[in-house]
């Protein structure tokens, strides 16, 4: 076991109650296909991948921490969803090309995995990403900027793909108000 590894899995360990889909694929959820091949990567305890699931979707959610997928395997269990769950470390074994239709990724950044991520959609696939910014209003997420987003970085990684919904508010403003600390697009390839 990495560190990385043991480092989610003792945090999963201590995570209660139900996992949430992200804020992007929740509020642009009418953008999904109505069939299709999803990846929930990075996936944590599942949110987002158990609402690509209830969507119709054929849905596979993959993280690092075999804690949260054994949570996931018991909610997928549960509720009677198909869904692939495994653990899998997404930075050697990313997804292969043209596998996907949709593909999600919240709070998880390496940028030298955003080609592959790119290339792993099929034509007309859906990229929906959220993550947390240099730029924030509030100490949440990592402080660490090799896992934040400069200005408009997530529109730069992804340039190459027609932009369908942005959003990201940084330091303007009333701070108390809008979308802080983090970065969401929604786009075409």
Known sequence: MTNIQAKWDTIYSQREGMPT????????QHLLP?????????????GNAMLLAEAGLEVNAWDISAVAIKQLQQRIELQSLAM?????????????????DVLVVSYFLERELCTKLLMALRPGGLLFYQTYCQQKSQQVGPNNPEFLLADNELLRLFSSMKIRVYREEALLGDL???WRNQALLVAEK
């Open 84 to 100: 692939n769950a495994q653990v899998r470390d997404v930075i050697i074994s990313p997804p292969e090309q043209n596998s996907l």
């Open 34 to 46: 109505k069939q299709g091949t999803a990846l929930d990567l990075a996936c944590g305890q599942g």
């Open 21 to 28: 889909p992200c804020k992007v694929l929740e509020q642009n």
């Open 176 to 178: 108390q108000l809008g």
